[in-house]
């Protein structure tokens, strides 16, 4: 706190993202990157784009990267928003639809970056309760709202609902915004991209950070109606005309050119998720059903915050979540390779074996 600071940042309660360690190689499984790439493809993309075109600003709407998005998905490029991560563009969905007369709605357990924006724009917003098995009851999002946003698959359980089930809320849901946030959809999710041409309401949110490997580069993006889309590019132009570098668009052109390596990389991490879910149920843990790059778990006879801080003292990063209240025995292990599988789980059964020991 500082006394200069003004009476509104006294009050805001910023997003605390996973720690990025100063250790020498830890066994990073934190904060959802993927362990493969970006391809030798896109960094050679990056380097071509290094020279003097440098000293011009970018395209301020992303330029052939929106173009080559459009195809991508077979949308036409007035349908698409670009922006510096997918944090960005959320932040612009906030301001520009969300901030209405009525709350917006969201679950109680979601990717904590909601409330956060809700704080800084001053937006209300209302919880629905996850199941209990933290299953999405999407038929129970009241009626009358200024906007819905839930993440597919959600954050941090990995539970995904189907683009059937989003159709039904879209159908009775028609006088608000309803974002799909798909941070996690590459990695077995059904897309709701399929359903923008029919409702001019919904509006989808991509990163290029976690399926194609680039969160250092943050490229995120926005598809849904001209309207919405339109909206967004007000808000944006009122921030920062060009939030895309060309270095980045460059990147991002590449990447969704080499379908190949990021269809590859994909399966192995899908593979390797279901193997390291057997594994842990073997050794005891409650694993949720994951359609995203990560695990949520948790063990009858640990404590969720003192394993994470045992297998941080061997350097091996996961992530525990203390709030809410709900979720604080459980942890998120983000998918790695098969050699940091190994080691969290020679990490695992040490300490599961010390604990048996106990009296
Ligand atoms: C990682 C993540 C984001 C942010 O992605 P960036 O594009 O890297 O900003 C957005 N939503 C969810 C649910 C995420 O997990």
């Given amino acids: 706190m500082s006394r200069y600071w003004s009476p509104f940042v006294q009050e805001l309660e910023p997003y605390v993202p996973g720690e990025q360690p100063a250790m020498a190689d830890p066994v990073k499984l934190n904060t959802n990157e993927n362990p493969y790439g970006p391809p030798p493809s896109v960094q050679q993309a990056m380097r071509d784009a290094v020279d003097a075109r440098l000293r011009l600003y970018p395209h301020p709407d992303g330029g052939e990267l929106r173009t080559a998005l459009a195809d991508y998905h077979g949308l036409n490029t007035d349908q698409v928003f670009l922006g510096n991560g997918s944090d960005e563009v959320l932040a612009h969905i906030f301001l520009a639809l969300f901030k209405q007369n009525r709350p917006l709605i969201l679950p109680d357990i ?20 996850l199941a209990d098995d933290f299953s999405l009851p999407l038929d129970a999002f009241p009626a009358d709202n200024g906007g819905i946003i839930f993440a597919n698959p959600n954050a941090p359980t990995g539970l995904a ?30 897309s709701a991209i399929a359903l923008v041409r029919r409702f001019p309401n919904l509006l989808v949110t991509r990163t290029l950070s976690k399926g194609r490997s680039l ?129 969290l789980l020679d990490a695992l059964r040490e300490l599961l074996k010390a604990d048996n020991k106990a009296p």
């Fill in 110 to 129: 979601t990717y904590s970056f909601y409330r956060v924006y809700c704080g800084l724009y001053g937006i209300d917003y209302e919880t629905v309760p």
């Fill in 161 to 190: 609902v189907t683009r059937d089930d989003i159709a039904a809320l879209l159908e009775r849901n028609t006088e608000s915004v309803v974002v799909v946030d798909e941070a996690y959809v590459d990695f077995g999710a059904e």
């Fill in 215 to 343: 969160a250092g580069l943050r490229i995120g993006y926005a598809v849904g109606s001209p309207d919405l889309i339109a909206g967004l590019d007000r808000v944006k132009n009122c921030f920062n005309s060009y939030p895309l570098d060309q270095v980045a668009i460059a990147a991002g052109v590449a990447s969704l050119r080499d379908e190949t390596f990021f269809e590859n990389t994909v399966d192995a991490i899908i593979s390797e998720r279901d193997l390291l879910a057997d594994e842990l149920r073997g050794l005891g843990f409650r694993v949720l059903p994951s359609a995203a790059n990560f695990l949520f778990v948790c063990h009858e006879r640990f404590d969720a915050g003192g394993l994470a801080t045992a297998l941080r003292e061997r350097g091996i990063i996961i992530r525990h979540f203390e709030r809410p209240e709900r979720i604080a025995g459980w942890l998120r292990i983000t998918v790695g390779t098969p050699e940091q599988h190994q080691v």
